[in-house]
């Protein structure tokens, strides 16, 4: 199976840091979501800099959809 735009709503936990965003296309073959990370509070001109690591893959099992 290839490639399908997803579009849902949810989060991923990488390390110990919880980023907020999209499934932007999903692997359902191989259990995989190419996730978006959304701007959020880190973006903010007080905020921390902004992290390089805004678009990943990573397993299905690992990406928390947000509840409708």
Do not use: C, N
């Not at 110990?16 to 692997?27: C, I, K, N, V």
């Not at 701007?39 to 397993?59: I, K, M, N, W």
Request: proline letters at 7%; a negative charge; hydrophobic letters at 40%.
């Amino acid at each position: 199976m290839s490639w399908q735009m997803d579009g849902r709503i949810g989060a991923v936990t990488v390390g110990e840091s919880r980023r907020e965003g999209f499934a932007l296309m999903r692997d359902k073959g191989r259990h995989l979501i190419a996730f978006h990370v959304l701007p959020g509070e880190a973006y903010a001109p007080s905020g921390p800099e902004p992290s390089l690591l805004d678009q990943f893959v990573t397993s299905d099992a690992d990406f928390e959809p947000t509840a409708a």
